[in-house]
């Protein structure tokens, strides 16, 4: 079955560590997006890619870094200059125009600070 | 620039009953608009969504949602709640075309037995 997959389910930083999340989706699907989720907040837009090789900051990029190499991969860097890493991030992916498409989510991986 | 709010960050209710989540949204064009569920530690599920057409929209697990562009409203409902629609309830608009998706701060569903 097609769909989206991230990992490592759960993660943990030390001080001063960059950490990677990995997000791969074999939907065919051009454009990927990833979240934060905190309690309370819904979810806040860090970074999105329409094409390989071409992405766009979101509204909280601060503190994260993207590539986006290859259609089925979109791996976040949460970079030690994150000074508040601990979240819940979701990895989504879409066909078409994002208006009238849906996204499709991954389970998402749990970040926290050791 | 588009907007959504939802009311009420819980919400109670009994199995059997009535579920109504509330979303309001702002929009500078017609807007596009979906409900997502989450369950615990998992990722959103699409529940439905509005483009054009029929303001009624029905979706799985026997929700719908009503557009009702006079009240910016597109408010999510359920004849008769059961225990395992116990989740957070997100509700998100979007412009159209490739702007991006704006997402409500969720609503959380208890189920009482």
């Known amino acids: 079955d097609g769909g989206i997959t991230q990992s490592p389910k759960y993660l943990f930083r030390k001080e001063g560590q960059n950490v990677t999340l990995s997000c791969e989706q074999n939907l065919n699907h051009d454009a990927m997006y990833w979240y934060r989720q905190d309690p309370g907040q819904g979810l806040r837009l860090i970074y999105y890619?329409?094409?390989?090789?071409?992405?766009q900051k979101g509204d909280i990029a601060e503190g994260y870094s993207v590539s986006r190499e290859k259609k089925e991969s979109f791996p976040l860097t949460v970079t030690s200059a994150q000074k508040n890493p601990t979240a819940f991030y979701l990895c989504a992916s879409h066909r078409g125009e994002v208006g009238n498409q849906p996204q499709h989510f991954g389970d998402g991986t749990r970040l926290s600070i050791l | 620039a588009q907007s959504v709010t939802q009311l009420g960050s819980h919400v109670s209710v009994s199995e059997g009953a009535l579920v109504l989540l509330r979303c309001n949204y702002s929009s500078s064009v017609p807007p596009y608009l979906f409900w997502y569920v989450q369950y615990p530690n998992q990722g959103l599920q699409l529940l439905l969504k509005y483009t054009t057409g029929a303001t009624l929209v029905k979706g799985i697990n026997g929700f719908e949602a009503e557009f009702k562009k006079s009240e910016t409203s597109f408010h999510l409902t359920k004849p008769s709640a059961h225990m395992s629609d116990a989740a957070e309830y997100f509700c998100a608009v979007s412009d159209g075309g490739y702007q991006k998706v704006t997402f409500g701060t969720g609503t959380k569903l208890q189920v009482i037995p």
């Open positions: 890619s329409q094409i390989v090789n071409d992405f």
